[in-house]
């Protein structure tokens, strides 16, 4: 079963306007992270922010924030006042905590949403 | 403030040819991993390094991969006989210390690797 999934391969937003980017997670642990990235054309991985499962208030970065709904097992990304330099590629991914120290404490990674910011 | 840097960018070589990849990861960071993505896919993991150590290895790395950090600082991921499978973008990500759920990964450009 995927751990991470987003269900919109491709997104259009008008410039100045809000969109939200799903994410679904699937883990058993009851501590992980989530972290939403941006990857433009260029390649590189950008962090954009974090959301602890155990962190109460939902996370926000500037024009970012998260809609954290524990329960639903979602980590949905806002971005707020689209901006042109918005349009990339966006990915949620988890972390989760490893029961044993020294053990890999790698990204699982979603399939990604394309977001595309019309002027 | 200097970020995550590997070398090459790009990488064409053919099939059955050897490549060498390098990692340079943020300075005080003890933690390093690697990526690979395919077109329209998000990253997949394929190894970790705590300081020199290889700790952890992912079934997707066969043994014709290999990686190094010799004393904890740069990285490499050696690539022998390559395939065409190989065809990918290869992404290092490096990291401060245990801070538990919250450590965060940071990302170099990657180097895209093309095998004819």
């Known amino acids: 079963a995927q751990k991470i999934t987003q269900t919109q391969p491709g997104m259009f937003v008008q410039e100045k306007e809000a969109v939200t980017l799903d994410c679904t997670y699937d883990t058993s642990d009851q501590s992980y992270g989530l972290f939403w990235y941006k990857q433009p054309s260029s390649g590189e991985m950008i962090f954009l922010i974090y959301q602890g499962s155990y962190d109460e208030q939902n996370a926000t970065e500037g024009r970012y924030s998260l809609n954290f709904q524990k329960a639903r097992k979602s980590a949905n990304l806002v971005i707020s006042a689209s901006q042109l330099g918005d349009s990339a590629m966006y990915f949620c991914?988890?972390?989760?905590?490893?029961?044993?120290?020294?053990?890999?404490?790698?990204?699982?990674f979603g399939s990604g949403t394309q977001l595309t910011v019309l002027p | 403030d200097t970020g995550v840097s590997q070398n090459p960018r790009h990488k064409i070589t053919k099939r059955g040819q050897n490549v060498t990849f390098r990692c340079d990861p943020i300075?005080?960071?003890?933690?390093l991993y690697w990526y690979r993505q395919t077109l329209g896919q998000g990253p997949e993991f394929l190894t970790y390094f705590q300081n020199e150590a290889q700790l952890e290895k992912s079934r997707l790395l066969s043994d014709r991969f290999s990686a190094e950090r010799p004393k904890g600082s740069f990285s490499t991921l050696e690539i022998q006989r390559t395939e065409q499978g190989d065809s990918a973008m290869y992404l290092c990500?490096?990291?401060?210390?245990?801070?538990?759920?919250?450590?965060?990964?940071?990302f170099g450009p990657g180097t895209r690797l093309l095998v004819l």
């Open positions: 991914a988890m972390r989760e905590v490893p029961a044993l120290s020294g053990s890999a404490r790698q990204l699982t």
């Open positions: 990500a490096s990291s401060l210390g245990d801070r538990g759920r919250k450590e965060t990964q940071y």
């Open positions: 300075s005080e960071h003890n933690r």
